[in-house]
């Protein structure tokens, strides 16, 4: 059979070879070949199977040749023997070396674990209904293979929140637990269904940004700069952490309360802690100063919201309105805290409008008597006038007749014996200043222990089996406890029950 091909076989698998009096094609739709012979005047007439060459050629011969048995091979007929095809037949095809792992880059890597992925997936999906009933909905949740030493890890079908939620509890945990993006490191190789350190490291930015915008952290200049001495040890190796001590030297960080409160209220109303229908929120404002290993010294000033009783004792729910290292005293408190006090100024008098509800704010101070005093620019405990509520002095203080009232306005206070400044919150009127129960307990215990023991010598059996029988007692209860005798000394001491 003689006649022209036109193809460009294999780019185009549509086929057609024509003579003068036939033309055959074969045309694919979805990749299912049709086979088409078109005959007869300017090729009107057509017969056309999906079936096979051969059956296309059998219904066109019953077409023209009615009844009569005449055959003609269906693969001619469709030049399937073309040139072209033979050509592609015998090309010797050339195989793809791939590259060693070793070799190629990290990008080539993903891509190729990618595609492994993709059709071991195809595979599973396929396997598993051999398996599995479809509505179990059997899932691939992960590939993993190595090659050479390489590892390769492959999340299928993961949930997007689910990681998300996952990334954001590593943090929460990773911050808590102070772990350094070191130590996290050293982890992850351990572990390696720890997401890796620089997706947390990224979630923490991302939060930190978020945070930022909602609660925006400002740095206030400290008046003095506290001096570190370089030729000491240090006690802290950890780079980071070093790193954010050196540099927050001088700075002190403060947040505005009332974004605080815009960012917790919602919450507070949802959890049912605070009444729309009521809009009254008491916060307690306190402070502390604590040492943060032996040369840095932080000062805090915390709120809480004393309405979440639930919550009064977890620190996660004390917020921090500012943060200094440095010393606590009356100077610096002064600087770092007066746009807070200026906030709690407004607080006090308009309050706060929060998505169109107006919250009344009650404003009480607790903390240990020490950070109570500076904050009323008052005396230390021990001084002639010692109480920051009324005028008692040291001597009337075992005057039982005397009335224990609060007798002191926070507005002039000032103008009383032992107070060297005005409040620096003067906003919180004196009755709403409360010490710590904590502290207070502490030490009357302290003085109720002392007596005791004064008894105990009073009546002369102050001697070494009460003393071993009240050491053991204490080792009992588990509290640290020893008598002990200063050289050239009668009196004993004991350890303090202060903590
Ligand atoms: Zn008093």
Redesign the pocket.
């Known amino acids: 059979m003689n006649g022209k091909e036109i193809s460009n076989y294999p780019e185009n698998s549509n086929i057609v070879w024509k003579n003068n009096k036939l033309q055959c094609s074969i045309n694919y739709v979805n990749d299912k070949p049709t086979y088409v012979v078109k005959f007869g005047n300017n090729f009107s007439n057509q017969v056309v199977s999906s079936k096979s060459p051969s059956d296309a050629t059998t219904l066109f011969h019953n077409q023209i040749n009615q009844g009569v048995n005449t055959r003609t091979s269906g693969v001619l007929l469709f030049g399937l023997h073309l040139e072209s095809i033979h050509q592609y037949r015998i090309k010797p095809h050339k195989k793809r070396i791939l590259k060693p792992v070793n070799e190629a880059s990290h990008s080539t890597l993903t891509k190729r674990a990618k595609s492994m992925t993709k059709q071991v997936l195809d595979d599973f999906t396929n396997i598993s209904k051999n398996h599995y009933n479809p509505v179990d909905k059997p899932i691939l949740e992960k590939v993993q293979f190595s090659v050479n030493n390489y590892k390769f890890k492959v999340n299928v079908n993961e949930n997007l929140i689910t990681k998300e939620c996952k990334n954001e509890a590593m943090v929460m945990v990773v911050d808590n637990g102070q772990i350094s993006r070191d130590a996290y490191r050293k982890l992850t190789t351990i572990e390696d269904e720890l997401p890796r350190e620089w997706t947390i490291a990224e979630k923490r930015t991302q939060i930190n940004i978020r945070m930022n915008d909602r609660i925006k952290i400002n740095t206030v200049i400290m008046p003095q700069h506290m001096d570190i001495n370089s030729n000491e040890s240090y006690d802290i190796f950890d780079p980071e952490v070093i790193e954010e001590v050196t540099t927050s030297v001088g700075k002190g960080g403060k947040r505005s309360i009332k974004d605080v409160l815009k960012f917790i209220v919602p919450n507070l109303i949802k959890r049912g802690v605070l009444n729309l229908h009521e809009p009254i929120i008491s916060i307690r404002i306190s402070g502390d100063g604590r040492n943060v290993g032996k040369k840095v010294k932080h000062v805090m000033i915390t709120f809480a919201i004393l309405e979440d009783i639930e919550n009064i004792h977890n620190p996660n729910y004390h917020y921090t309105v500012v943060l200094y290292p440095g010393l606590e005293n009356y100077e610096s408190l002064d600087i770092l805290t007066i746009s807070f006090r200026e906030e709690l100024q407004e607080l006090k008098e308009i309050g706060i409008n929060i998505n169109g509800v107006n919250w009344t704010i009650n404003m009480y101070f607790s903390s240990d008597w020490k950070f109570l005093t500076i904050c009323l620019g008052f005396n230390s405990a021990n001084s002639l006038f010692f ?6 002095t040291k001597k009337e203080i075992s005057d039982i007749k005397k009335k ?1 009232l ?2 002191k306005q926070i507005d002039n206070i000032n103008q009383y014996n032992g107070h060297h400044s005005t409040s620096l919150f003067n906003m919180i009127s004196l009755e709403n200043w409360i010490p710590d129960e904590l502290h207070i307990m502490l030490r009357i215990t302290d003085r109720l222990w002392s007596l005791l023991l004064h008894e105990i010598e009073e009546t002369g059996y102050f001697n070494d089996v009460a003393r071993e029988i009240i050491v053991k007692e204490m080792n009992r209860i588990k509290v640290n406890f020893h008598f002990w005798q200063e050289k050239e000394c009668q009196s004993w001491s004991f350890t303090s029950l202060m903590g």
């Open positions: 109480c920051p509520w009324c005028t008692i224990w609060i007798s």
